[in-house]
């Protein structure tokens, strides 16, 4: 396992330079300057902020530069915040995104794993057809549909729950159900096609001429290997839920990551660009290297190492 690992890890720095060097020379090589986006500098001005943030050499001394200061953690200063670093307002921000993401995670496996198991153990029947009705209603629902609908619903109607904001526990409940709407709804899908095809395979033919319960076929024996390509899903999707949504958490006023990352696309900070995109690659490695290793416990069948 240590030898997967270190292996994993080696491939997750050379495609780590690669992603953060691309990103940050595509921001550069865009047309315009990061310094003069609501009005023309005088170029005196922009020369010398240019300067001070190490973005007057050539591009390659300017990356060169910036993987300097990397190297010694820094992430940079924001171009944006001012007398805000890359590193304050991610500690700031990620934790934040991370708690809903994290519910949000919960909860589509969740309702993704009993609905799509129940919706396989009842094929063509009425729970199966209700089932995969409002997965598809899941899926072709936008979260900005969604949220409005929710917020107008607990938070207005209802008053249950607080319709924005930040600072409790209630708040994170309208958010999360919101994030993990539409994956719930790929989960159940992906689920209930994996379970379809182990449900027909021979050893659980012979566990039902044992006399097991159906309950026990299915939950005992079929969904240890119908489970398999759901868990290959979980990486890529707890890694586009702990880094939150933007439509999400603008919508409900939470300060996560996501609206921070947008706006230092359109706002070209650069350096504030390449700290989220540094953040995001090394969880979603991260995530798919635990599934990876998950999975070889899971089905014997599979050697890593």
Same mark, same amino acid.
């Given at each position: 396992m ?11 720095l ?27 500098l ?11 943030y ?5 591009l390659l001394?300017?990356?060169?530069s ?5 190297f ?9 915040y ?18 809903i ?21 009842n ?7 209700g ?12 979260t900005f ?11 207005i ?5 607080? $319709?924005?904001?930040?600072?409790? *526990?209630?708040?994170?409940v %309208? !958010?999360a #159900?919101?994030?993990?709407? @539409?994956? /719930? +709804?790929?989960?159940s ?14 050893f ?9 319960s159906?309950?026990? $076929?299915?939950?005992?024996?079929? *969904?240890?290997?119908?489970? %398999? !390509?759901? #868990?290959s899903?979980?990486g @890529?999707? /707890? +890694? ?6 933007m ?24 350096f504030?660009?390449?700290g ?19 999975y070889?416990y ?8």
């Open positions: 240590a030898a997967f690992i270190f292996k994993r890890i080696l491939q997750m050379v495609i780590l330079v690669i992603v953060v060097s691309g990103t940050f020379l595509m921001m550069r090589i865009a047309p315009g300057s990061p310094f003069a986006l609501e009005r023309k005088d170029p005196a001005v922009e020369q010398r902020l240019n300067a001070q190490h973005l007057d050499g050539t001394q300017q990356l060169g910036y993987w300097g200061n990397l010694h953690g820094n992430l940079g200063e924001s171009l944006k001012q007398n805000r670093s890359v590193a304050e307002i991610i500690a700031y921000s990620l934790p934040k995104s991370a708690s993401g994290l519910i949000a995670l919960v909860l589509a496996l969740g309702v993704g794993i009993f609905t799509g198991s129940l919706a396989a153990a094929h063509n029947g009425g729970i199966d057809r089932a995969m009705f409002l997965a598809l209603a899941g899926i072709c629902l936008p549909l969604i949220a409005p609908l929710l917020a107008l619903l607990f938070a109607y209802l008053e249950w729950l607080p $319709v924005a904001g930040w600072g409790s *526990l209630s708040n994170l %309208l !958010p #159900i919101c994030l993990a709407a @539409p994956y /719930a +709804a790929y989960c899908r992906l689920m209930r096609t994996s379970m379809l095809d182990v449900l027909n395979q021979d659980v033919r012979t566990a039902r001429a044992k006399g097991l159906e309950s026990a $076929v299915i939950y005992r024996h079929a *969904l240890k290997i119908g489970i %398999l !390509p759901l #868990i899903y979980t @890529p999707l /707890a +890694a586009n839920l702990l880094t939150g949504s439509v999400v958490e603008t919508i409900f006023n939470i300060p996560g990551i996501g609206p921070f990352f947008v706006n230092s696309v359109l706002n070209r900070d650069i504030l660009v390449g989220t995109v540094i953040v995001y690659f090394t969880i979603l490695v991260t995530l798919n290297t635990i599934v990876d290793i998950l070889t899971l089905d014997k069948r599979i050697k890593l190492w």
